[in-house]
């Protein structure tokens, strides 16, 4: 579609941004918008507020869809996200990101209505299987020929094992501390200290509160696998997927598929299932039974935390 904000995107021959003339007819709106009222009345934030966010200031949106988009694809179109200034990144696909910008606006700034258009599209029910032909033209998958595999974050991660228990609490209220075993409510609601960032939400790359992040770090650590494996908390989940499953499904085949089903999504393979059946056959050993070890670890694979 035609952009009414015009393209603030565009370089000169050295690679500098370069306004167009849109562009800076856009910026001149915008700047008229704020001078006819100089936030007399009051303290000004409702004007400026509204400046912000008006359907003649080209960056709002162009922000918000930059970050939403990256809720779901795991890279950004501006792989700048804080930074859409002169010394900031130009987006990998400016048509597309001005496009779902515009519409963004003229759908009343809906998140829903952008949200439905994104998973909706071709572009993200790709497979994330790997192409070497394709990968040998572009490696990085800028052009976004498959689907970007992405680690859950760890507020996706929690939730997720208490859900496939069938412990996951909805309800709102005061603040929890995530890490102990009883706790079923939403990460969301994790309380987030300054001072001390939480144990589990730090080992799994939370931002630290005390500085600006404009995206989450992804790191692969020893610690992140032994948290997920031997926690207290994830010891709790493992216990309690493993009394859904005994109590939910009877015979060792039906009970391995229901576990998939709920972890997975699919179903066991042959030779998964072989695996299963061999492993719960042998007698206990320690403190878990053996279907709480087989649980738990399923719940460590990297199929339970990653989107594929």
Known sequence: QTDPFGDPFSRDPEGEHQATPQASASASR???LVT???????????????????????LTARVMVNRVWAQFFGSHLVNT????GRSGQPPSHQALLDDLAVRFVQQGWSIKTLV???????????????DTTKAAIDPANERLWRMNRRRLTVEQWRDSLLFVGGELDRAGGKSIDPEKPDERRRTLYSRISRLGLNAMLMQFDYPDANVHAERRATTV???Q???ALNGPFALA???????RITRDATGTDTQIILAYELLFA???SARELDLGRTYLAKPADGAMTRWERYAQALMTTNEAMYVD
């Open 30 to 32: 915008t700047t008229n």
């Open 36 to 58: 006819r009222d100089p936030f007399a009345r009051g303290s000004g934030r409702r004007a400026l507020a509204a400046a912000i966010a008006s359907p003649a200031n080209p």
């Open 81 to 84: 996200p804080s930074n859409f």
């Open 116 to 130: 439905r258009e994104i998973v909706t599209s071709a572009t993200y029910r790709q497979s994330s299987q790997h």
């Open 221 to 223: 650590t020893p610690g």
């Open 225 to 227: 696998k032994l948290t």
């Open 237 to 243: 989940r493992a216990k309690a997927l493993a009394a």
């Open 266 to 268: 699919r179903q066991p």
